[in-house]
């Protein structure tokens, strides 16, 4: 009887093996043959890890070059115009980071998570074929190591959901063009062996969907699983509850239904009609999104609750989602102090704790060997410390949040917004940048050496403050009127503030994958936060001291900084904001009494942290805003408050975003043209925004005109008083050979459409 089941696992590698070369055929250092080697090598060591633990259904196809919807539009032949007189890789990495002809492809995060997938490009009008070529290959791949995998494919209706349609139809309509693409590709799958297991990924059924998406499910899979009789398909969904999806597709002859009994504990609602159904049920019970150490005995008692609707031989122990979102091994943590280490779970770790949990639960404890009896002490003394550690609580923390009683700034936006303009004096299409500039080699160096004691303070510093000149000096010359001082000191625009706030844990090798080669390092958080001494006050104020222009300070929201965390899960996510967002109150207090009159406020993660669930909604957008608002409480009237949001749909949070009240907001729209902008007009929105002008998630260089005709478009939705110029985003990921010329273009573009105007 198979008794465990993994959804996904990480594909980076434990040294970021894949990261690694494929920036280096990027820069053109190496053949993309070098990287189809280091891409084999690790699929073959990820699938025999997974092997050596126990794992019986272990996938292929879960492997990618940069991401796996991308992979999927390439499956379906569904190539955008543009991208078609290229071939192979260069073909590939066009369409995900763009070319000097063309610009990538738009790319938004995956759910609620810090993951970002390539948005495929559909229209009526398109034909559609099948390349099996990488699925096939995947699975020979592992069946020559004597693996037999399941296949994982994104499924149908998911990808048409998280897919947009350049000829503005609805995206749905192109269900009839993409199932019977989907039916050849398992017609192909099944001559494969005697019997395959193929994953469908549906995780869009845990959005809680509309009656018209619901009918889609059944004829789908009523299609799909009576393409061939040795075809056994597992529809899984994750991340949320999918209860309305659950009760169509136990009237489906698929073979198994798998649901995330941690992030979805309503799916516990489902379990009778499974039940009745006979379908196998892959049970998520091990976090794949966080890095606590699962809790044996208390998911024991979880697993035991579902076998009493779930017949045993009917269940299968799994991950609540792909082990993507969590870090590959602690095998490297060599310096995280050995009590913390004891409280956590990477995903070569969560392996093991899922072959312990089937054991225990299919076999009894009276089956474990020496090994696994030590494994199951070990956990159950680590949890309880947990529970207990002196590092946990701090009651001085507690009591100061508890009576915080600041929650928001003094007057309204326009009052501030009149006064502001008068004291900084700034145009209309005033330019600047988001914040960061690029992180050198010797930048990364310098940070690395003095952590590890081989340089000075002194010699720290002064390389640092040596970088600020340079980028204060390029600025200057650059023409940019509101300028930043380069964030040189920092390594992560969330790991920098924990590394200074108590509560906070940090990892050497803890790297996720964010989107295709840019991996993030995400601290933890295990106990209460305050902020011993300021953070940012000595490099703002320096970086003011040498220019006479404006100098914004730079900080990490509240909200963000919870989001691109791992979270403690032994209090609520916003207690735990609250706490970090007093916190930032202090620092933002700071910065305006050391003469800064513009501070920026990063909530890249705001969107990310939604809930699937529309009736969950209400509750996040309420300690969520009410955080935000209190980090900038402590700012005067005359401070101007900025905020930045990465790619996000914004139509559904716009009064969300009015009500955190800030005076200027950033946003990423140079992949969406001015369609994301155009809710701001809709809602009469008064503040000012910061739409982005250019896309530095792609290497090219845009030129004059391209920015020119951008501005011009932003110009048909708002008014220039309304406006601010910058780049999408951060530059840190870019090298100055590309951002130099991109900042002069867009100061450059400003002058010429500040001239058409004025005539």
Same mark, same amino acid.
């Given at each position: 009887?198979?008794? !465990?089941?993994? %959804?996904?696992?990480?594909?980076?590698?434990?040294?970021?093996?894949?990261?690694?070369?494929?920036?280096?055929?990027?820069?053109?250092?190496?053949?993309?043959?070098?990287?189809?080697?280091?891409?084999?090598?690790?699929?073959?060591?990820?699938?025999?890890?997974?092997?050596?633990?126990?794992?019986?259904?272990?996938?292929?196809?879960?492997?990618?070059?940069?991401?796996?919807?991308?992979?999927?539009? %390439?499956?379906?032949?569904?190539?955008?115009?543009?991208? +078609?007189?290229?071939?192979?890789?260069?073909?590939?990495?066009?369409?995900?980071?763009?070319?000097?002809?063309?610009?990538?492809?738009?790319?938004?995060?995956?759910? *609620?998570? !810090?993951?970002?997938?390539?948005?495929?490009?559909?229209?009526?009008?398109?034909? @559609?074929?099948?390349?099996?070529?990488?699925?096939?290959?995947?699975?020979?791949?592992?069946?020559?190591?004597?693996?037999?995998?399941?296949?994982?494919?994104?499924?149908?209706?998911?990808?048409?959901?998280?897919?947009?349609?350049?000829?503005?139809?609805?995206?749905?309509?192109?269900?009839?063009k993409i199932v019977p693409i989907y039916e050849e590709l398992l017609k192909v799958i099944s001559t494969f062996d005697d019997e395959v297991v193929v994953q469908i990924d549906e995780p869009i059924f845990a959005k809680g969907l509309g009656t018209k998406v619901l009918s889609l499910i059944k004829p789908t899979y009523d299609r799909l699983a009576r393409v061939s009789p040795n075809i056994k398909i597992a %529809?899984?969904?994750?991340?949320?509850?999918? !209860?309305?999806?659950?009760?169509?597709?136990?009237?489906?002859?698929?073979?198994?239904?798998?649901?995330?009994?941690?992030?979805?504990?309503?799916?516990?609602?489902?379990?009778?009609?499974?039940?009745?159904?006979?379908?196998?049920?892959?049970?998520?019970?091990?976090?794949?999104?966080?890095?606590?150490?699962?809790?044996?005995?208390?998911?024991?008692?979880?697993?035991?609750?579902?076998?009493?609707?779930?017949?045993?031989?009917?269940?299968?122990?799994?991950?609540?989602?792909?082990?993507?979102?969590?870090?590959?091994?602690?095998?490297?943590?060599?310096?995280? &102090?050995?009590?913390?280490?004891?409280?956590?779970?990477?995903?070569?770790?969560?392996?093991?704790?899922?072959? #312990?949990?089937? =054991? #225990?639960?299919?076999?009894?404890?009276?089956?474990?060997?020496? +090994?696994?009896?030590?494994?199951?002490?070990? *956990?159950? =003394?680590?949890?309880?410390?947990?529970?207990?550690?002196?590092?946990?609580?701090?009651?001085?923390?507690?009591?100061?949040?508890?009576?915080?009683? =600041?929650?928001?700034?003094?007057?309204?936006?326009?009052?501030? #917004?009149?006064?502001?303009?008068?004291?900084?004096?700034?145009?209309?299409?005033?330019?600047?940048?988001?914040?960061?500039?690029?992180?050198?080699?010797?930048?990364?160096?310098?940070?690395?050496?003095?952590?590890?004691?081989? /340089?000075?303070?002194?010699?720290?510093?002064?390389?640092?403050?040596?970088?600020?000149?340079?980028?204060?000096?390029?600025?200057?010359?650059?023409?940019?009127?509101?300028?930043?001082?380069?964030?040189?000191?920092?390594?992560?625009?969330?790991?920098?503030?924990?590394?200074?706030?108590?509560?906070?844990?940090?990892?050497? !090798?803890?790297?996720?994958?964010?989107?295709?080669?840019?991996?993030?390092?995400?601290?933890?958080?295990?106990?209460?936060?305050? +902020?011993?001494?300021?953070?940012?006050?000595?490099?703002?104020? @320096?970086?003011?001291?040498?220019?006479?222009?404006?100098?914004?300070?730079?900080?990490?929201?509240?909200?963000?900084?919870?989001?691109?965390?791992?979270?403690?899960?032994?209090?609520?996510?916003?207690?735990?904001?609250?706490?970090?967002?007093?916190?930032?109150?202090?620092?933002?207090?700071?910065?305006?009494?050391?003469?800064?009159?513009?501070?920026?406020?990063?909530?890249?993660?705001?969107?990310?942290?939604?809930?699937?669930?529309?009736?969950?909604?209400?509750?996040?957008?309420?300690?969520?805003?009410?955080?935000?608002?209190?980090?900038? &409480?402590?700012?005067? =009237?005359?401070?101007?408050?900025?905020?930045?949001?990465?790619?996000?749909?914004?139509?559904?949070?716009?009064?969300?975003?009015?009500? $955190?009240?800030?005076?200027?907001?950033? /946003?990423?729209?140079?992949?969406?043209? *001015?369609?994301?902008?155009?809710?701001?007009?809709?809602?009469?929105?008064?503040?000012?925004?910061?739409?982005?002008?250019?896309?530095?998630?792609?290497?090219?260089?845009? &030129?004059?005109?391209? /920015?020119?005709?951008?501005?011009?478009?932003?110009?048909?939705?708002?008014?220039?008083?309304?406006?601010?110029? *910058?780049?999408?985003?951060?530059?840190?990921?870019?090298?100055?050979?590309?951002?130099?010329?991109?900042?002069?273009? $867009?100061?450059?573009?400003? +002058?010429?459409?500040?001239?058409?105007?004025?005539?």
């Open positions: 009887m198979s008794k !465990n089941y993994i %959804v996904g696992f990480p594909r980076i590698g434990e040294q970021r093996e894949l990261k690694k070369v494929l920036e280096e055929f990027w820069a053109k250092k190496c053949s993309f043959d070098v990287v189809l080697k280091v891409a084999k090598e690790l699929k073959a060591r990820h699938w025999e890890y997974q092997r050596d633990a126990g794992v019986e259904f272990i996938s292929s196809n879960d492997f990618s070059l940069y991401d796996n919807m991308l992979d999927t539009s %390439v499956m379906l032949g569904a190539i955008p115009k543009r991208f +078609r007189y290229l071939k192979g890789e260069e073909l590939y990495f066009a369409m995900a980071r763009g070319n000097e002809e063309c610009v990538a492809m738009e790319m938004t995060k995956w759910f *609620n998570t !810090n993951y970002h997938y390539i948005v495929p490009e559909l229209s009526l009008e398109e034909s @559609y074929t099948l390349n099996a070529s990488k699925i096939i290959d995947e699975y020979r791949e592992a069946k020559a190591l004597g693996i037999k995998t399941k296949i994982n494919i994104i499924g149908p209706i998911t990808y048409l959901g998280l897919s947009k349609r350049v000829d503005r139809g609805d995206v749905y309509e192109l269900w009839s %529809v899984v969904t994750y991340f949320e509850h999918s !209860n309305e999806a659950t009760k169509i597709l136990v009237h489906t002859p698929i073979w198994a239904i798998g649901l995330d009994f941690l992030y979805g504990d309503e799916n516990l609602k489902s379990l009778d009609i499974i039940a009745m159904s006979g379908k196998k049920l892959i049970a998520g019970v091990v976090d794949g999104r966080n890095i606590w150490r699962c809790d044996i005995e208390k998911t024991t008692h979880i697993l035991e609750s579902i076998s009493n609707f779930v017949s045993k031989e009917n269940i299968l122990i799994s991950s609540s989602c792909s082990l993507l979102h969590v870090p590959f091994t602690l095998k490297y943590e060599e310096k995280m &102090s050995g009590e913390i280490k004891e409280w956590l779970s990477f995903a070569l770790e969560k392996l093991s704790e899922i072959s #312990l949990l089937s =054991k #225990l639960f299919f076999d009894r404890e009276d089956s474990l060997d020496e +090994r696994e009896k030590e494994a199951l002490s070990s *956990n159950i =003394k680590a949890n309880q410390s947990r529970k207990n550690s002196p590092f946990i609580h701090d009651k001085t923390v507690q009591d100061r949040v508890e009576n915080h009683t =600041k929650l928001q700034r003094e007057g309204d936006a326009k009052e501030r #917004l009149k006064l502001q303009r008068e004291i900084l004096g700034y145009s209309d299409l005033v330019t600047t940048t988001i914040g960061s500039f690029p992180q050198t080699p010797q930048l990364r160096c310098a940070r690395s050496d003095f952590k590890a004691a081989l /340089i000075s303070k002194e010699s720290y510093e002064a390389e640092m403050k040596r970088y600020i000149d340079e980028c204060v000096e390029f600025q200057e010359e650059c023409g940019l009127e509101i300028l930043v001082h380069g964030e040189p000191e920092r390594n992560d625009m969330v790991e920098y503030f924990g590394e200074q706030l108590s509560g906070y844990g940090f990892s050497q !090798n803890g790297w996720v994958q964010s989107y295709g080669s840019r991996c993030v390092k995400p601290p933890f958080i295990y106990g209460d936060i305050s +902020r011993p001494r300021p953070m940012t006050v000595e490099w703002i104020a @320096y970086a003011q001291s040498k220019t006479s222009r404006i100098m914004k300070g730079m900080l990490t929201g509240p909200v963000t900084i919870l989001n691109w965390s791992f979270v403690r899960d032994d209090m609520s996510r916003g207690e735990v904001s609250k706490q970090i967002a007093v916190a930032l109150s202090d620092e933002i207090d700071d910065l305006q009494k050391a003469g800064i009159k513009i501070i920026q406020v990063d909530e890249a993660a705001f969107k990310e942290g939604y809930p699937l669930r529309g009736e969950k909604i209400k509750a996040y957008e309420a300690w969520a805003t009410r955080d935000f608002k209190i980090a900038v &409480s402590s700012a005067k =009237k005359e401070t101007q408050i900025h905020t930045h949001m990465c790619y996000s749909e914004f139509n559904d949070i716009i009064n969300t975003i009015e009500d $955190m009240d800030a005076d200027v907001i950033s /946003i990423e729209t140079a992949r969406s043209g *001015n369609e994301l902008l155009k809710i701001f007009k809709k809602v009469g929105y008064t503040k000012e925004v910061g739409p982005g002008v250019y896309d530095i998630h792609s290497p090219r260089i845009p &030129s004059v005109e391209e /920015i020119v005709k951008q501005i011009e478009l932003l110009l048909e939705v708002l008014p220039k008083e309304q406006l601010w110029i *910058n780049p999408d985003c951060g530059l840190k990921t870019r090298k100055w050979e590309e951002v130099k010329p991109s900042l002069q273009n $867009m100061v450059e573009a400003v +002058r010429i459409v500040r001239e058409k105007l004025k005539s």
